[in-house]
């Protein structure tokens, strides 16, 4: 009897050590990026992160995808203003975001109190808003909703958001913490423009058409995330099968298919990240990143390549 009592002891044991070190945070290296309110990471090289092949249809598609750790959870917004926290946009292209539920804005008005979602987001042609139509504007949205208590706070995560562009409408698929959550398919064609492409965050911004991004289909009004991001990779064409559990290492490969690879090993507050495939696809701090800040006022893609913050 001792001895199964003995035994016993041993299991609860261990047991209650693996539930306090699942509570625990996962280990932060030191070769990361860390998002800080107002701030931003940006790669200025028009037409690479929108078209992987470079011409008018993406082919085989693209995938974007990295790792993440949040620190805080999305706060709980209860205004009409759709606030979502920036991790990687294109604009007019792409962008993937996480946020609270906003109490007064559209779908968001039937989720559950303290409701967070990733968004996955395609977005078409910046144009004013008599210029649209069906086609030539306007955002596909999927979405992967947490019920209250999901949200991975303090813990690494792997995201994944693969898309292709074809002649009868866009398709994508989105993979949410190692699982293929779902696949959408929109009618709006993937939008190409020579805006950067924005890591963590990003600013109020006006395309050179002089539409303010979001004045033209209802972008979220973003904020930076917080948290951190690590080993950041872009690839021609999908890396992943769509509704398949996927399990990629921890630190990214390079092949033919990378567009660009980011692994930050230079560490937070850095003066620039390096492209670790060999594209030289540098990307540089901005706003409250270790430069002057660019506040609430819009900027132009010009003033940015000048330098003019």
């Known amino acids: 009897m001792t001895y199964y009592k003995t035994l016993l002891v041993i299991l609860l044991a261990a047991l209650l050590a693996a539930a306090n070190a699942s509570a625990q945070p996962e280990e932060i290296p030191p070769d990361v990026f860390e998002a800080q309110p107002s701030g931003y990471l940006y790669a200025d090289y028009p037409g ?30 209860v205004s009409h203003r759709w606030e979502h926290w920036l991790i990687v946009a294109k604009p007019g292209s792409y962008y993937i975001s996480a946020g609270g539920r906003a109490l007064l804005d559209g779908y968001d008005r039937f989720q559950p109190e303290s409701a967070t979602k990733f968004i996955f987001a395609l977005e078409g042609q910046p144009k004013p808003h008599d210029e649209c139509d069906d086609n030539s504007c306007g955002r596909g949205v999927v979405w ?26 866009t398709h994508d698929t989105e993979f949410y913490d190692r699982h293929g959550e779902g696949r959408g398919r929109f009618r709006a064609q993937m939008g190409r423009t020579e805006a950067p492409l924005f890591v963590g965050g990003a600013p109020i911004i006006t395309f050179e058409n002089g539409v303010k991004w979001g004045d033209f289909f209802g972008t979220p009004e973003f904020e930076s995330m917080r948290g951190y991001i690590d080993e950041l990779r872009i690839s021609k064409g999908w890396r992943y099968v769509p509704k398949g559990n996927i399990h990629p290492k921890r630190n990214f490969r390079v092949d033919k298919r990378t567009i660009a690879l980011w692994r930050f090993e230079e560490g937070p507050g ?11 696809y540098t990307l540089f701090p901005a706003g ?4 002057q800040p660019l506040g609430k006022r819009n900027i132009t893609w010009g003033s940015l390549k000048q330098g003019k913050f």
């Open 48 to 77: 690479v992160f929108d078209d992987a092949e470079g011409d008018e249809a993406l082919g085989d598609g693209i995938t974007i995808e990295m790792w993440v750790y949040f620190t805080e959870i999305p706060p709980e917004r």
């Open 144 to 169: 992967e909703q947490l019920e209250p208590g999901e949200f991975p706070l303090s813990r690494w995560l792997h995201i994944a958001y693969q898309i292709v562009v074809k002649k009868d409408g």
């Open 270 to 280: 850095a003066p620039f990240y390096r492209d670790s495939s060999g594209n030289d």
């Open 288 to 291: 409250s990143l270790g430069v």
